[in-house]
């Protein structure tokens, strides 16, 4: 369940959640040399070395937010099998 603001809610106990956390961690670092990389583009946007370091860590952030949407739904995927095994 989603806290306010649109994050996990830190509380909440369970393995997929777990899962979605720990990409979340990873991530921060990512986030903010994503910010870093933006803003020198935005300052110099002619310059092909502050767009090359954008895209590519634009690249890394996507490709990491995919392998976190991709183990989610696959543990998603597993759960309900399992539960529908069950009936």
Do not use: C
Request: charge should be negative; hydrophobic fraction near 45%.
């Amino acid at each position: 369940m989603p806290a306010s603001g649109g994050g996990l809610d830190p509380n909440l106990d369970m393995y997929i959640v777990d899962i979605a956390k720990g990409f979340n961690a990873g991530v921060g670092s990512l986030s903010s040399d994503l910010d870093a990389a933006l803003a020198t583009l935005q300052s110099d946007p002619s310059s092909p070395a502050a767009l090359a370091n954008y895209q590519a860590i634009l690249s890394e952030y996507t490709m990491f937010r995919n392998a976190q949407s991709s183990a989610v739904k696959a543990m998603k995927d597993i759960d309900s099998d399992i539960a529908s095994k069950l009936r």
